[in-house]
């Protein structure tokens, strides 16, 4: 196997990129071998995307080669497998939904990810990393929004004191915001003394 991949790999920032960003980017080479793939600014070798599996295709024989397709509505990419490590994508089928960290790599102007790590993920993940990815491409300088979080956080805390709490994570998802900025403004609420953490993960109102 290439000694890059060996050596160097994880000195690339492993970006977290929907496919459609990864496809449509700017491939850059060093004469015929791909250097880096240019993304909004960024120059990107390592990818941690995720997607629904579309297809899967195994070759066996003495040239043994696997690929999986990922889609997340925004487009699609190959995942792909030489020799022994097909055994990477056994396990997964169509309709899968799978988190990848891997290079990028391009053959025959096909831009492909030679795959790290695979695992399965739920479905929700796919909604949670459209809005990480929507965020790092915003301006969160605008107060006003900040705001609006911060209240909607508030009222959703609010309404669950009937149910005992409110969990992080189904705030997160139901909000359809970047995690990082929520937990921001949940810990801001936290220190004002609106909401408490009775336990790790589980919010409830103060007021």
């Known amino acids: 196997m290439d000694s890059m991949f060996n050596k160097d790999v994880k000195r690339f920032v492993a970006y977290r990129f929907r496919i459609g960003n990864i496809i449509t980017g700017k491939p850059v080479f060093d004469a015929d071998r791909l250097k880096f793939v240019e993304i909004n600014g960024k120059e990107v070798m390592r990818v941690n995307v995720i997607g629904n599996v579309v297809e899967k295709f195994v ?5 043994k080669f696997g690929s999986l397709t990922l889609d997340d509505a925004s487009g699609q990419i190959r995942v792909k497998v030489f020799g022994d490590d097909v055994e990477k994508i056994e396990k997964f089928e169509q ?45 969160w300088n605008n107060a006003a ?5 911060r209240d909607k956080i508030l009222v959703a805390v609010k309404e669950s004191e009937k149910d005992g709490g409110i969990d992080i994570d189904k705030i997160i998802l139901d909000l359809k915001e970047h995690p990082e900025v929520i937990n921001r403004e949940i ?18 109102y103060l007021g």
């Not at 988190?99 to 796919?126: A, H, S």
């Open 59 to 63: 070759q066996e024989g003495e040239r």
């Open 95 to 139: 309709g899968d939904t799978v988190v990848v960290i891997g290079l990028l790599r391009m053959w025959n102007n096909e831009l492909y990810i030679t795959p790290e790590i695979i695992k399965k993920r739920d479905p929700e993940f796919l909604l949670v990393r459209k809005y990480e990815v929507d965020l790092n491409e915003a301006n």
């Open 145 to 149: 929004e900040i705001d609006g979080l």
């Open 187 to 204: 810990k801001r609420l936290l220190e004002d003394g609106l909401i408490y953490e009775p336990r790790p993960g589980k919010l409830r």
